[in-house]
């Protein structure tokens, strides 16, 4: 068994469930060893596509999953991808194969291990063939016990050698992150919520496993329910949940945590897209976050408690603690609140005039329609840019599997992988991709990778043929200098069409009977919505954006 071998066969024993990748030389061995090994591997068009939809498959699944690419240009190629898992924090491991030390002169030669720490991801290689299976289950462990994005660099001449004949099978009681909260902590933090008489949680990802505790605790004390925008749909079904905090937070929702008495953030970095850059913190409010990693407390806001803790262990903690010495309270959860949520705290409630531009839709109209036709049982991706708070406010998602965000880097063109690795993490689900123009175009290669897996996916394409962001917030800029970020309007369902899709141009809600028909047949092939939108003169959520730069 060559090396090369011996890492896909391990990584298939410790748990690697799915793998994403652009075959090459350099990684044609390993990727063939996890096949062998019964890992489910998927073809992607493009190295920036294949570690986007397995950065999604991670979060969407919360099982592990690889990439693996061409030594140089397939890295580099893979980069964007990598980046946005590492600044997120996801546990993916990337195979890249790498030069042989004595190749000064290849044309793939480039420092890989700087690359991968340059956008934030831990560099590890395979050193020799005695050292190949410690150095694979390190990789591994760092990315799952550590929630890294690893890069695990494979070089060609190591690859090749003969691993020993004798090995031990690797342990899979790999240990998830827990930190045990501190009792006296837990004391300070159940004070605060026995005093608060408007307390708000924001839960973030790192709360994606502790709803149940979560809802528990804010019962007890009376507290409203929030996520950020990457824990949508968190509390769906509680009706204390206003929804997402920050950029894409309804009136209502924005109104409410702003007058709290005291923000918890769980498993949150309250940073400035989720707090609206502190305008949701009232000048009397306190604040207090709890997070498993020290550096993220108070990080981006000062706080008034940090509580080092899993989320879970410490809303269970606090809630006994909470009820030794405190009654349930009312707290925010006060009748007249609750109607009020009830009747505005989704978008799709708040009244709007209309956009009227010749055989243009309004985004919002679009949105409603799109989300009273689309199953309830839905997984949504939605792509960065302008567009982006229409899909993400108006569109319902069923649970904490149902929304998959891939906006820590804010790179445009994200959004077609994303839905295409949830889509294979959860296939029991309708997967929905909503787009901008510019992040279709970017992204297209991956549209032939929907429809070879013969995925049934909703493709809706928020069509204003620009680069919306930059169009509106240059507003002062001349027409000739906006020529840069407009484009002729292309016929996307046309597109769609040669890449072996169905279908259609929305410009008015008739059109979306194309959507009707699509879900009342076979889904065999991807659907994909090329809608022209009316311009909104810029988005809410896209001046908070640029203001925070």
């Known amino acids: 068994m060559r090396v090369a071998e011996l890492v896909g066969e391990v ?50 699944r919360d099982q592990p999953a690889v990439v693996t690419v061409h030594q140089g240009c397939g890295l ?10 590492a600044k997120s924090r996801t546990p993916l491991l990337v195979l890249a194969a790498d030069t042989a030390g004595s190749a000064v002169l290849s ?38 016990e550590q ?19 004798d090995r031990p099978r690797p342990s899979v009681d790999w240990l998830t992150p827990y930190v045990e909260p501190d009792p006296a902590r837990i004391a300070e933090l159940a004070e605060l919520l026995a005093n608060a008489e408007r307390p708000v949680f924001v839960a973030g990802r790192g709360a994606r496993e502790a709803a149940e505790p979560l809802r528990m605790l804010a019962a007890h004390c009376g507290a409203l329910l929030s996520t950020s925008a990457v824990a949508n749909g968190l509390f769906e079904k509680d009706e204390w949940s206003i929804g997402i905090s920050g950029g894409f937070a309804s009136p209502l929702a924005a109104e409410l945590i702003a007058n709290a008495d005291l923000v918890v953030g769980w498993g949150c970095a309250l940073n400035m897209w989720t707090m609206r850059h502190g305008k949701l913190i009232g000048p009397a409010a306190k604040v207090a976050q709890v997070d498993i990693e020290p550096a993220a407390l108070g990080a981006h806001r000062p706080i008034d408690l940090g509580l080092l803790g899993d989320v879970a262990a410490t809303a ?60 309830a049982e839905r997984v949504l991706a939605v792509d960065s840019g302008n567009f982006m708070g229409y899909p993400s406010a108006y569109l319902r998602v069923p649970d904490k599997h149902g929304f998959c965000f891939t906006q820590g880097f804010q790179s445009i063109g994200l959004g077609l992988a994303t839905a295409i690795g949830a889509a294979l993490a959860v296939p029991d689900r309708l997967p929905i991709a909503a787009l901008g123009d510019g992040g279709f175009h970017m992204s297209i290669a991956e549209l032939e990778t929907a429809v070879r897996l013969g995925l049934p996916l909703v493709v809706v394409v928020y069509n204003d043929a620009a680069y919306g962001a930059e169009v509106h917030h240059f507003l002062d800029a001349d027409e000739d200098s906006l020529s840069t970020v407009r484009f002729p309007d292309t016929d996307i369902a046309a597109i769609a069409r040669g890449f072996g899709c169905t279908a259609a ?19 065999s092939a991807p659907l994909v919505l090329d809608a022209k939108i009316a311009s909104d003169g810029g988005a809410w959520w896209l001046a908070e954006a640029f203001h925070g730069h």
Not at 35 to 44: E, L, N
Not at 343 to 368: G, K, N
């Open 107 to 144: 044309n793939f030669r480039i420092d890989q291990d700087a690359a991968a720490r340059s956008v934030g991801a831990v560099a590890e290689r395979v050193h020799s063939a005695a050292s190949a299976f410690a150095d694979t289950v390190r990789a591994f462990r760092t990315a799952v």
């Open 147 to 165: 929630r890294r994005t690893v890069v695990l660099n494979l070089p060609l001449d190591v690859q090749e050698l003969q691993a020993p004949p």
């Open 316 to 375: 269970l903690a606090t809630h006994r603690d909470l009820r030794d010495w405190a009654q349930q309270a009312t707290g925010y959860r006060r009748a007249g609140i609750g109607e009020r949520i009830k009747a505005e705290a989704r978008w799709r409630d708040v009244p709007y005039i209309e956009l009227t531009e010749p055989d243009r839709i309004d985004p919002r109209t679009l949105s409603v329609l799109l989300d009273d036709l689309l199953p």
């Open 76 to 85: 580099t190629n893979a980069l964007t991808g990598i980046g946005e898992a």
């Open 505 to 523: 141009t929305v410009r008015n809600p008739d059109d979306l009977g194309a959507l009707r028909d699509w879900l009342a047949g076979d889904r």
């Open 11 to 60: 990584l298939a024993e410790l748990g690697v469930r799915h793998a994403f990748g652009v075959v090459g030389s350099g990684n044609f061995h390993v990727t063939n060893a996890l096949r062998a090994a019964g890992v489910p591997f998927t073809a992607c068009r493009h190295e920036g596509g294949a570690a986007t939809m397995a950065d999604a498959y991670v979060r969407t």
